[in-house]
T-cell receptor
Framework: LAKTTQPISMDSYEGQEVNITCSHN???????ITWYQQFPSQGPRFIIQ???TKVTNEVASLFIPADRKSSTLSLPRVSLSDTAVYYCLVAPILTGGGNKLTFGTGTQLKVEL | GAVVSQHPSWVICKSGTSVKIECRSLDFQATTMFWYRQFPKQSLMLMATSNEGSKATYEQGVEKDKFLINHASLTLSTLTVTSAHPEDSSFYICSAAGDNGYTFGSGTRLTVV
């Protein structure tokens, strides 16, 4: 399983764009990159997933360079409610059966006024 | 989207008793479910992987006789913490693997007194 490395913490202010980068040098050909958000005492919540280039949804964008050894989660105009831990995970997409999903340290994002 | 229901959301039990936590995939079938434990300010630690109809696979250091996992159907997995002790107090989270990836339950806060 590809190991991931993220900054332990980041601070930002409301209205700013936040970019969290994750390194995954040993990513495999069939691995996808998925980002989750976790609030205290809650389970992780899916944010975005991608394989290569750029993916955008209603809450975030995911930038993946051609070599796929890193990825950047971009949160536009954060608010106080975006204060949470963000996890980058790398694993194959499932089609029945299962592969272990292992969490790294995550990035604690703190958004202030 | 895919929904995983986890119950109870919190439980307090006396030392020496057993506690059962349920994890249900509500709108999809999950061949594989995962159980995690999370201590305060730490990441999720994978405890075991359970496949429907077969024995669970435990991670190194996790006592299989203490943390009993049953995955009797494609939509239900249970984790029973047997003879619980205060050091078992933690946040337990399940995840179900379906065709669209991994979905997490909301977690169970276990406090052993």
């Amino acid at each position: 399983l590809a190991k991931t490395t993220q900054p332990i913490s980041m601070d930002s202010y409301e209205g700013q764009e936040v970019n969290i980068t994750c390194s995954h040098n040993n990513i495999a050909t069939n691995d996808y990159i998925t980002w989750y958000q976790q609030f205290p005492s809650q389970g992780p919540r899916f944010i975005i997933q991608g394989y290569k280039t750029k993916v955008t949804n209603e809450v975030a964008s995911l930038f993946i360079p051609a070599d796929r050894k890193s990825s950047t989660l971009s949160l536009p105009r954060v608010s106080l409610s975006d204060t949470a831990v963000y996890y980058c995970l790398v694993a194959p997409i499932l089609t029945g059966g299962g592969n272990k999903l292992t969490f790294g340290t995550g990035t604690q994002l703190k958004v202030e006024l | 989207g895919a929904v995983v229901s986890q119950h109870p959301s919190w439980v307090i039990c006396k030392s020496g008793t057993s506690v059962k936590i349920e994890c249900r995939s509500l709108d999809f079938q999950a061949t594989t479910m995962f159980w995690y434990r999370q201590f305060p300010k730490q990441s999720l630690m994978l405890m075991a992987t359970s496949n429907e109809g077969s024995k669970a696979t435990y991670e190194q250091g996790v006592e299989k006789d203490k943390f009993l996992i049953n995955h009797a159907s494609l939509t239900l997995s249970t984790l029973t913490v047997t003879s619980a002790h205060p050091e078992d107090s933690s946040f337990y989270i399940c995840s179900a693997a379906g065709d669209n990836g991994y979905t997490f339950g909301s977690g169970t806060r276990l406090t052993v007194v």
